[in-house]
């Protein structure tokens, strides 16, 4: 992990294309904007790891949906 010190005001770029900025400091909170393509989403990590397990959720076979898919796959019977 890379570790650099900014103040308020203070930009930090990332491949030409993202820059975080601190925009304040009030005790253990730290404001940052980010400027980014559109293209490029960006999720706070508590966000981003409950989208992540709710799509394991989705992708993972229910018993239901594994006798059904099984079923599709003989054909008709």
Known sequence: MLVLSRKKGESIVIQDHIELTILSVEGDTVKVGISAPP??????????????????????????????????LRGPS
């Open 39 to 72: 293209h490029i989403d960006i999720f706070r990590k508590e966000v981003y790891l409950s989208i992540q397990e709710s799509n394991r959720e989705s992708a993972a076979p229910t018993p239901a949906n594994l006798e059904a898919l099984i079923q599709r």
